[in-house]
């Protein structure tokens, strides 16, 4: 009597299927569109102040700075590309927002001020009272109550 190989696990191979689209997915997304390069904050400033920058925009509460340039940069014969950012400490954002509004930025420049949704704010005010009522459920369990 011949022994049956079993086919496949259809849900396994789904699964590897849709691991793999998302994988290469997330390839094909940092390929197209490549992270931008650190530069110190001096570097930074000065690629504001000789008017290199096609486009601003500022992180607040990281005081990130991304800079896209109109022509790569290069630093210690490295090309960095076009799209490079730098970090400044809190006391040199006066002296960061002035270079931005002092430069000419053809594409301008944005401010974003990341926040938490609302979908969050309340998983976050949900969730720990939930874990309390199940600890207050088993608690009671054990004890009989």
């Known amino acids: ?5 079993k086919p496949i696990n259809k849900i396994w191979l789904w699964v590897s299927i849709a691991s793999f689209l998302i994988l290469g997915g997330i390839l094909l997304s940092a390929v197209l569109n490549p992270a931008p390069k650190k530069v110190t904050t001096k570097d930074g400033l000065d690629l504001l102040h000789d008017n290199k920058v096609q486009k601003v925009e500022v992180t607040d509460n990281i005081q990130r700075t991304v800079l896209e340039l109109k022509d790569d940069f290069s630093k210690d014969d490295k090309n960095l ?5 730098f970090l400044y400490i ?7 927002l002035k270079s931005i509004h002092e430069s000419d930025i053809p594409d301008g420049f944005d401010e974003i001020v990341p926040t938490q949704s609302y979908l969050m704010n309340l998983i976050g005010a949900i969730v720990p009272f939930l874990i309390v009522l199940i600890l207050f459920y088993f608690i009671m369990a054990k004890s009989g109550g």
């Not at 590309?81 to 950012?85: D, P, R």
């Not at 809190?90 to 960061?96: H, L, P, R, T």
Request: without cysteine; neutral net charge; glycine residues 12%.
């Open 90 to 96: 809190d006391q040199e954002g006066d002296e960061v």
């Open 1 to 5: 009597m011949a022994v049956k190989k």
């Open 81 to 85: 590309g076009k799209k490079v950012f």
